[in-house]
């Protein structure tokens, strides 16, 4: 007799979330983001990603020098008439921990969920944080709590610990992006 739990195999709404194979969407609230690292670096013409790159010991992220901006292999292998032409942009990837009503896990979520969260690119909100230090802590506390309807898919890399974020849409109709609030917070005019 096998181990394994037959209403499992014959109800697959009985199976975990992560074990699920098809997108699934579902609702669930915010319960915290890790504003620890909530970017990273891909060229800007082919959206490979950027190793991160470090100058006297700072990273990238605090390091205005253009010097040391990572440059795409790729890119710059295939212009060898202008090396160095292909500059850098940020995208999100934000780790966040979502409860539905019978469990609390962590999902990542990249730029085009997190944009919908965000209310601007990675790179803006990289700019606003530069000048207000806590605007990643506080977006954080800001989306706290948010009722969300979210799809969930499984990550296209096999050695992914998080699902995926493939959509998301604020329920509630007071519902407004981190930035407007910081913003407001902040009393900072502008941006889109």
């Known amino acids: 007799m096998s181990s394994e739990n037959p209403v499992s195999q014959t109800n697959p709404r009985k199976r975990p979330i992560t074990e699920v194979d098809e997108p699934t969407t579902l609702f669930c609230t915010v319960v915290a983001i890790d ?4 970017y990273y670096r891909v060229c800007s013409v082919c959206e490979k990603t950027l190793p991160e790159a470090t100058h006297k010991n700072a990273t990238i992220n605090s390091c205005s020098s253009s010097a040391s901006l990572p440059i795409c292999r790729y890119c710059n292998f295939k212009n060898a ?34 944009r919908v969260l965000f209310g601007c690119s990675a790179d803006e909100f990289f700019d606003f944080a530069k000048i207000h230090p806590f605007a990643a802590t506080t977006a954080g506390k800001v989306l706290e709590g948010e009722m969300l309807r ?18 998301v849409v604020p329920l509630q109709s007071s519902f407004q992006p981190a930035i407007v609030t910081l913003r407001k917070l902040y009393q900072v005019r502008g941006g889109s």
Not at 35 to 38: S, V
Not at 90 to 111: C, E, P, W, Y
Not at 151 to 158: A, D, F, H, Q, V
């Open 35 to 38: 504003h620890t690292n909530l």
């Open 81 to 114: 008439f202008n090396p160095g032409s292909s500059g850098s942009k940020r995208l999100f990837k934000v780790l966040m921990s979502i409860a539905t009503d019978t469990k609390v896990f962590v999902v990542v979520m990249f730029d085009r969920a997190a």
């Open 150 to 167: 979210v799809m969930l898919s499984k990550p296209k890399n096999g050695n992914a610990q998080h699902l995926r974020v493939a959509s």
